[in-house]
Each structure stands twice: as C-alpha cells, then as structure tokens.
C-alpha cells in the first residue's frame, strides 16, 4: 500500500472513529467499538512485537489483565478480595502502569533469549503463571476478581469520554509505533528479528533490543489494561485466562499479525462477531448461539489462515492491488513501497524491491 | 526528492490537521450530546403528550435511549430522568416492560439454562397468561405476558459462564443493547457480585437475583436496586452443623469448598454453625471451580481416621468427580461421615453407589420431594401442564417432566424471583414510574407468597427464609438412595444470627474463624419426622 493511500485510509477511518458518537447508537459507540479500540490497543503490542521483533507473544493479556488488576487494588476500598488501597484513580494508574512495565522488562529479560516456537511457549507459561496467581492469591484477587472498580470521576456519566481516550490512545500509539519502527530501535530490532546472529556479530545487543521491545509492548498493553477496567468495571483471573489469551492472538490474526492496522481490524470483527452473531436472522436455528461463537471464530480464523495469512488487511491490499492493475497504473505495486519504507533506514523507497516481514507472512 | 519529501510533510501535517479538528468538533459533541440529550429529550417529551405516548414510547425509548440514558446521565441526574420517564408509562394500560434474563449456558452450572429460564417463563405463564414458544424447550422464550396492565416482553437470555468478566458483557448486552428494565438473574456468587456493583451505576433497571448465594452480593454491596428473594449459601447450611455436633457426634471437621465468593458463603454458614456449639474446623481446602480432577486437593484433606467428617462445598460438574477422588485416595464412603450443601443429591448414588446414604445435607431454596403440600404440588403440576419435557439441569441434562427442573431450587430461585417481580406489578398498578419506585418500594416490603414457603426481605434487600436440614438415606421399598427432610430452621437471615454484617469481612478462605457462639436457632430446629413438621 503507498504511503498516501495508506494514511489516506487511517485519516478515514480516524475520522469515522471521531464522528461516530453522533450518529451511532450509545450502545455500539460506548460498548462494541470502546472494547474493540480497547482489544485493538492490545492486539496492536502483539503486532508490534511479531511483525517488527519476530516475537509472536502471548503474554500480552497477562501484562493486560496486571495493569487493570493494579487498578483494581490500588483504587478498591471493600470486597473480600484485593489489597483495598482506596487510592486516587489517577496515582493507581501510574502504579499500575509502573507495576506493569517492570513484570514486562523482567519476563523480557526472561525470555530475550528463546525465539520461535521457544519464545510462544515461554510466553504461554507465563500466561498460565498469571492466571493462576491471582486466582490462588486472594491478597491481588482471588478467582471472583474484583468488581465494582469505577474509572476516574471525570468519565463518571460519560462514557463517550471513555470511548474518545481510548480512541486518541490508539491514535497516538498506532502513530507512534510507526514512527519508532522508523527509528534506528526500530531499524535495529527489525535487524535482529531478520539475522540476530548478524546483528550480533555486528556490535548490537539483541537481547536488550528485544527486552526493550517486550518491554514497550508490555506498556502499550498496561495502558489497554487500564482502559479496560475502566470501561468493565471489573477484572477477574478468568479475563486474563487461556481462552482470552488466545483471543487477543486471534484478534491479531484475523486483522494481519504483519500490519499494525490490523490489530483494530481484528478487535472490530471480533467484537461485532461477539455481539451480533446470536441476533443474525436463523442463527438459532443452525446452531449458531451464544454457546457457539468460539467455534464460528475458529472457523473464521481458519478460513484466514488458508486464504490470506496476513489477515483482512492483506485482502484489503489485494484488492487495492489488483484494482490498481485493472485500472493498468503499472509500476510498482502499492505493497512495495511502505514495505521499504519499514526495511530500509532512511525511510525512503529505493532500490529493487527486497523480500520483507510482509510478504513472508506471520510465522517467523 | 526535496519536493517528493515536501510532498510527504505537507500530507502528514494535512492529516495531522484534520484529525485534531475532528476529534475537536466531536468533543464538543459529545458535551452536547451527553448535557443536551437526556436532559432534553425526556423534558420535552414527556410533558407534552403524556398519555399519548404511551403505546409508542415504550417501544421506541428503549431500543434507543437506554443506551443513551444510563450510559450518560446516571450519576448526575438520576432524580431528573425518572422523574420524566415514567410520566409516559405508569398509566400502565397498554404500556409495557421489558424483561432480560441471566442465565448460565456454560461453565460450571451450564446445565442449568433451560431451568432458570423455565422458572422465570412458568411464572409468567401463571400470572401473565404468557404462552411459551416451545413445549420442550423453555430457551425459546415465552410471548403475551401481560402483567398489571404492562406488556412483559422478554428481550434476550444472557449466557453466563459463572465468571464475574462473561456476565458483565452479558448485562450490559441486555441493558444497553435490548433496553432491559427489569432484569432476573444472574445465577451464581462471583456474577451476582459482579451484577450488583453494575446495577447500582444503573439505578433505572431493577435487578431481581436469580438464585446466587454470595454473601457479598447484598450486604457489603448494598445496590439499591437490587433484590433478592431467597437466602445465601450460609443461611442455606443454617441448623447443619448442629445436628451434626450434637447428633452425629462430628467434634472436628474438614472442609472443602469451591475457590470463590459462593463456596466461601456456604462454607461460612457451615463453619459458623457447627463451631457456634463446640464443634472444630482442622482444614479449608479450596479447588478452583471447574476443577475436573480433585486428587491433589483431597490429598490435602485429613485421613477419615484424623477427622470426624467433611464438608463439602463443591458445586455443579465438581462434586462427583470430587467425591469420586475422594474414594481413590482415601478408601469408600462413610456416608455419615460426609456433609454437603445443596449440590449432594441423591442423584450421586448413580456414580457412587449406595455407600452416600447417610450423609447431611444443608437446605436450597426449595424442598425435598418427601415434603409436599398442596401449593407445591400445584406448583409442579403447573409446570407440567406448561411444557411436554424439558432437558433439565437438575435431571443431569436429560429429557423428562418438566416438574424435575421446577422442583429444584435453581429453576424455583427463578421462578421465585419472576412471582415477586409479578406480584410487586400487580399491588403497584404496573407503576414504573421515578425509577420503579413504587415497584421497589413494594418488594421491600411484601411478602412473597410461593409454593415452598413465604419470603420476606431485610432492609438490604435480601431473603429471609426457613431453611432445613436433609439426610440421604435408602428407601425402605425401593432400596434406592434417596434426600429426607429431618429438620426446618424458620427465621433465617443474612446476619446468621447476629454472626455477619456489613462491618465483618465478607466470606472468604480465612474468614470466619471457629468460635463459639450464640445462634438463635442452636438446639431450636423443628424436626421433621416422614415430611411433617414436629411443631
């Protein structure tokens, strides 16, 4: 996709985003697209991480499900479980986000060394690891998790606030990203996820690159976290168990584990797939109920993996392509050059086009 | 390549440009929206055409403005917005209702669905003349509910799992998306908690309790607007560890209770009543719910020869397959050295064999069969005329009268739950108006008339039941396992005598400790004697 295009496009739809409370139901703005936004600032550190560190992660949620847990203690004043810090909503927020990102540069640091399959399984461990802490430890929260957590009083009766934050957040963390992709970390770790060996016997730590990385992703996650408990007003271990965990993966598969786009892709058809599939017309009839929906995105992930492994956003670029040769515009084609742009450090389209994460697919 | 670059900036800061006027002109539409709308709109109707509105606002209002309205006005104008909103409805005739339920279709307690929905859609039947859409499904819903002159229109079945994160999204979907007012539900503790904290950021939805028996649900968080017409899983064990002090000669137990807020009640009411007299608890024991195998925890329970007996609070899916590790480890059942709450059923023999005759066991929400009388059997009856079968639940998931879902105390908690909800209509005239204040004021002060015993509620909100205590013996004739009523204990309540209020720590794994205390009904249960009351 050429640049123009491509942020022609995230204008678009930043800007649908923005308008949408005025015309959309308060249903669909302040539940279905604040949690897809949510999701999708979640899913986006695990594309961030598979596409330009090859690390294909799945502790995302756990990091997630610590920040809002963080929240949930240091701001909750009853209940049988959580510390009941009864702190001000805004400090917890800094103490989540602060909790979040050490366990994240730890488990980092833990993991900076595996790669491949390794990496995904250290990764799931560390999920299970999470799931199960705070289900046994009822000092943090206990298998009922804690509920009736409010977000800050500034959002209290206005949920379309909640629902522009997170949007803002998704903008600047989807700009952000792919400015540091640019940037010579971003050219770095993108080195290290293509020939670590090289990059090593270049001067460079890997290790670090990749822990730093994990750790940014962890940040970006805590930060979707902190939305999360806000707009749920409740988290539980069952939140942050396998079953989500590997939803946010799916997430991040339907949209394009290769396009950072994608992660929002995904959590919009997730969620309206979650929400609306029980209402289609017949639904009931063949099966297709609430009780369902896990095996319905089973086969859609499915479906995504034998026909576009890059997910719906790498349908999107074949239409876009093939419309641009129908329209016989030649040249090159609109992939190549936002492929350069993240494979060569100076940020300009040069040269032959060279083989890159995109068009190698998501397994690395 | 100097212009190209020029190019390339000029577009970011164009984009750049016009997102932030975006997001500008939409913040301040949504201050608009959120001051201007629900403060508006209900002014402006309402006043005008009052009685006109009626058969076209109900309607409409919901499916658009419940979004709207709790989402953004909840905590500011809570007084206003009602106020409006009832102006169009209380005329009751023609005006209508709608109804959500939170049922459980997955997890631990899945089995369940079809029950709670029956129990809900059966009480619309008796009372609303509703007629259900299926004779051998009760999850197709039921239509013609008219109660007091409202419409009862049932506008979605919520599908929790027995977490507290599934039932948020269940909740919500119900009441922001299909514009629920009333809704009954959900089933179990850690979700009951969960919908009560919600319910009290929507104070214009009225939440009746389906059967969840947490503690906390009520009396620490204390939401208005929430009701609940039966007991807790403590009051449930009201009377048990008494008898099983005092009679069975228990003088220490081991427990073993489901990880979370309901398991931690029922053990509660247990630990409180059996060490109010003496008695000694040497062992908590916690599997998380949805266990599938129970060895490692039993393992950590004491020797039947280190411990008079257990106590098991392991529900739903759990219990066989925890009793059955039991056996593995620890040798066959003694069925008197075994107690259990509600979810020890004669139906365990089926896996167990007869060695469970002899085991106590706390009381529900409803009776066992060997108590019957003529409400009850009218009850039931009832509930066979309405449906041909039904897969319940309380049947193991298998096709059979309809009766066998309704006689258990899930469907019943529903079915409870849908009677107060009717009888409140009926004293109030169908008046929904401020927010259901006359409704709500009306269930917290009625007594609920229903087939297995009257119900009153305290001043939070909760039920005051007579509970009982039954034993799983064998049939004389019949030689099979069966539940014997051998005790009633009237005058429960939340407090469990004075053990728990809102200042002690809700239930948990530590909490309460073992003491000795005075229970208002400690060596005053009335025994029951081949189903009759020895009063």
Known sequence: MNRSWRDLVAVAVVAILVLLPLFGSAFFVEFVMTRTVILGLAASSIVFLSAYGGMVSLAQLLLFGIAGFMVGNAVGEAGSKGLKLGWNAWVAVVFALAVTVAVAALLGALSARTAGIYFLMLTLTYAVIGYYFFGQVTTFSGFGGITGIDAPPWFEGHPVRLYYVCVVLSVVTYVGLRLLVRSPFGMALQGVRDDPVRMASLGFNVALHRTLAFTFAGFIAGVAGVLNIWWNGQIDPTSISIGPTLDLLIIAVIGGIVHLEGAWLGAFVYVMANNYMRNLPFADTIGLTEARFNTVVGLLVLLIMLLSPDGLVGVILRIRTAATGLRGDGGSTSDDASDHQIATADGGPKGPPVPTHTREGSIR | ?535
Request: some cysteine.
């Open chain 2, 1 to 535: 390549m100097i212009k190209s670059q020029t190019r390339r900036r000029l577009r970011k800061v164009v984009a750049a440009a016009t997102t932030l006027t975006l997001i500008a002109a939409a913040c301040g539409g949504d201050d608009d929206d959120t001051a201007d709308e629900p403060a508006g709109e209900p002014a402006d109707e309402p006043a005008p055409e009052p009685s006109d509105e009626p058969a076209d606002e109900p309607a409409d209002e919901p499916a658009d403005e419940p979004a709207d309205e709790p989402a953004d006005e909840p905590a500011d104008e809570p007084a206003d917005e009602p106020a409006d909103e009832p102006a169009d409805e209380p005329a009751a005739e023609g005006g209508s209702l709608k109804l959500g339920i939170l049922g459980e279709c997955e997890g631990a307690f899945g089995g369940f669905h079809e029950d709670v929905v029956a129990g809900v859609s059966l009480a619309m039947v008796e009372d609303g003349g509703a007629t259900v859409n299926s004779t051998t499904s009760a999850l197709d819903g039921f239509t013609g509910a008219n109660v007091a002159g409202l419409d009862i229109e049932l506008v979605g079945i919520g599908c929790g799992d027995d977490t507290a994160d599934r039932i948020i999204q269940e909740v919500r979907a119900l009441v922001e998306q299909q514009g629920a007012e009333v809704v009954i539900g959900p089933l179990s503790g850690d979700e009951s908690i969960a919908v009560a904290n919600y319910a009290k950021d929507h104070p214009e939805v009225t939440f009746i309790d389906g059967i969840a028996g947490a503690q906390e649900t009520t009396m620490q968080v204390q939401a208005p607007n929430y009701f609940r017409f039966h007991g807790d899983g403590a009051q449930w064990n009201a009377g048990l560890g008494d008898i099983l002090y005092n009679e069975a000669g228990w003088e220490t137990a081991a427990i073993i209770a489901d990880d979370y807020s309901f398991g931690w009640t029922s053990a509660a009411g247990f630990i409180a009543d059996f060490c109010a007299v003496g008695g000694d608890v040497v062992s908590r024991v916690f599997p998380p719910l949805g266990t599938t195998d129970y060895s490692s925890f039993v393992q950590q329970l004491p020797d039947p020869d280190e411990v008079d007996g257990y106590f098991w609070v392991v529900g739903g899916t759990g219990t066989n397959a925890a009793l059955e590790a039991f056996v593995n480890a620890k040798g066959d059942l003694t069925g008197d050295q075994h107690a259990g709450n509600l979810f020890f059923s004669p139906a365990l023999a089926s896996a167990l064999g007869p060695d469970i005759a002899g085991a106590y066991v706390g009381g529900f929400a409803s009776l066992p069969a060997d108590i019957q009388t003529p409400e009850i059997e009218a009850y039931l009856a009832s509930a066979d005329a309405t449906w041909e079968t039904l897969a319940a639940g309380a049947a193991g998931g298998e096709v059979g009268p309809p009766s066998v879902a309704l006689g258990f105390g899930f469907g019943y908690g529903y079915y409870a739950a849908g009677k107060a909800l009717n009888q409140a209509l009926e004293a109030v005239g169908g008046d929904l108006s401020d927010n259901h204040a006359a409704l709500r004021e009306e269930m917290s002060t009625m007594t609920l008339d229903v087939p297995y015993g009257e119900v009153t509620l305290d001043e939070n909100r909760h039920g005051i039941i007579t509970t009982y205590v039954q034993q799983l013996v064998l049939d004389d004739e019949s030689g099979e396992v069966v539940a014997e009523t051998i005790a009633l204990v009237p005058g429960v309540d939340q407090s469990f005598g004075g053990t728990f209020s809102p200042d002690t720590p809700p239930p948990d794994r530590d909490n309460p400790s073992c003491e000795t205390r005075d229970l208002p009904w400690s060596g005053n249960a009335i025994p029951v004697v081949d189903g009759v009351p020895q009063e």
